[in-house]
Structures are given as structure tokens and as C-alpha cells.
């Protein structure tokens, strides 16, 4: 098993451009969370999605951000327009969920810088 | 407010010696709470969960202990090595089906 997979594991861009952030699941795991973490903030929950579903998105900071599960293996992050306060590292994590006590499993992550 | 606090220090101890981590929460009554490591540059990773109404987990050299009298977990690393070197993170799931992280505790074992 390959875990979960991010890509881009780096971004540099520019204020005010658009930025997409992608992840791969574990097979099997049916339920997707998107993290951002700072010095500042911490560990941030974004949004968290269960059967490709968007359950809460309570998080994420404001109309700028979205993202997408449209199936299984494959889900989204989508920054537009990005600012320089958005630089951070973004985790998506995948776990089972069978029961509410499931582990989850973070990919490598990636570093969005914003200049 | 609902906070989750754990040493914002780092813990410096010497190789063989026990580490404890605290994790102190409050205005939560969560059901389990987890316990992550995080090395630079990578993603956390998962190490033990202790339900409520367990007082006690253990994993190896790992122990979490459980106390939701004192809204209290402590996180121990018994006979510690300098690759137990890492930041250690407490979530707890305040019954919405998502987890709510500390900010961490960056532990240096030191040879």
C-alpha cells in the first residue's frame, strides 16, 4: 500500500493566483480530511469529506477555499486567489471510519509558499 | 472556550530515561483520545488511542494513560532513545466525527 499520496509536495506562487492541491486515499478508507498546519495555528482541520460526501467544511477560512471529492481515489484543494497569509503546509489524511475510533493516515503533505 | 494544551516547551532528556507528555483539555468530554508522532518534514502518524473508559494503553514501550476526571492524558516512552527525538501530538474527537489537535510536544532524547 502506497498510503496517501499529495501532490504537489511543493508550491511557490504568486498572490492572487489559483492553486490546486490534489490527494490519492488509501484504498478502501472512505472517509478524506484536508489539514493545514502553521507555527502559529497548529494542526487545523479544513474540511472532511465520508463517501465522497462534504460532512463538516466549518474550517475552512473563508470563500476562497474549496475542494472537491467527485470520486473515491481523488479529492481536491483549491485556493483562489491565494494570498500570502495562506502559506502553509496542507495535509490530507484518509481513514476507514467503521467506526468512529479509526486511526487516520497523513500523507507527506504539501508546502504552499504564497509571495 | 474549548482548549486543547499540551507543553509548549521542548522536553530535553537523556537516552534510557522515561519521557512523559501531557495533554490537558477542557469544555470537551471526548470519547477517545489519539496520540500522533510528527518528524520534521513528513506527516503525523497514528501510535496508540485510549477510549474513556480505559485508564490505560500500552504499545511496546508506549503508555497512555486516560483520566477524564482530571481532563487529563499523559503519554510516557519508557526506556527512550534518540530516535524516540520527534514532535508528539494529542487529538481528541469531541463526539463530531473529527479530531481536534494540540499544538505539540517536540521531545529531544539526547544520547
Known amino acids: 500500500d502506497a498510503g496517501v499520496i499529495q501532490s504537489p509536495r511543493h508550491e511557490v506562487t504568486e498572490m492572487g493566483q489559483e492553486v490546486t492541491l490534489r490527494c490519492k486515499p488509501i484504498?478502501?478508507?472512505?472517509?478524506l480530511f484536508w489539514y493545514r498546519q502553521t507555527m502559529m495555528r497548529g494542526l487545523e482541520l479544513l474540511i472532511y469529506?465520508?463517501?465522497?460526501?462534504?460532512?463538516?467544511d466549518s474550517g475552512m477560512p473563508e470563500d476562497r477555499f474549496s475542494a472537491k471529492m467527485p470520486n473515491a481515489s481523488f479529492s481536491t484543494l483549491k485556493i483562489q486567489p491565494s494570498e500570502p497569509r495562506d502559506s502553509a503546509v496542507y495535509f490530507c489524511?484518509?481513514?476507514?471510519?467503521?467506526?468512529?475510533?479509526?486511526?487516520?493516515?497523513f500523507g507527506p503533505g504539501t508546502r504552499l509558499t504564497v509571495t | 472556550s474549548q482548549k486543547i494544551e499540551q507543553n509548549s516547551e521542548a522536553l530535553n532528556i537523556q537516552e534510557g530515561k522515561t519521557a512523559t507528555l501531557t495533554c490537558n483539555y477542557t469544555?470537551?468530554?471526548?470519547?477517545?483520545l489519539q496520540w500522533y508522532r510528527q518528524d520534521p518534514g513528513r506527516g503525523p502518524v497514528f501510535l496508540l488511542l485510549?477510549?474513556?473508559?480505559?485508564k490505560e494503553k500500552r504499545k511496546e514501550r508506549l503508555k497512555v494513560t486516560f483520566d477524564t476526571t482530571l481532563k487529563q492524558s499523559l503519554f510516557h516512552i519508557t526506556a527512550s532513545q534518540p530516535a524516540d527525538s520527534a514532535t508528539y501530538l494529542c487529538?481528541?474527537?469531541?463526539?463530531?466525527?473529527?479530531?481536534?489537535f494540540g499544538q505539540g510536544t517536540t521531545l529531544q532524547v539526547k544520547p
Open positions: 469529506f465520508n463517501n465522497n460526501v462534504p460532512i463538516d
Open positions: 485510549i477510549r474513556e473508559n480505559e
Open positions: 487529538a481528541l474527537d469531541p463526539a463530531t466525527g473529527k479530531l481536534i
Open positions: 484504498s478502501g478508507h472512505n472517509s
Open positions: 489524511a484518509s481513514s476507514r471510519q467503521n467506526d468512529r475510533y479509526d486511526e487516520q493516515y
Open positions: 469544555n470537551y468530554s471526548p470519547a477517545y
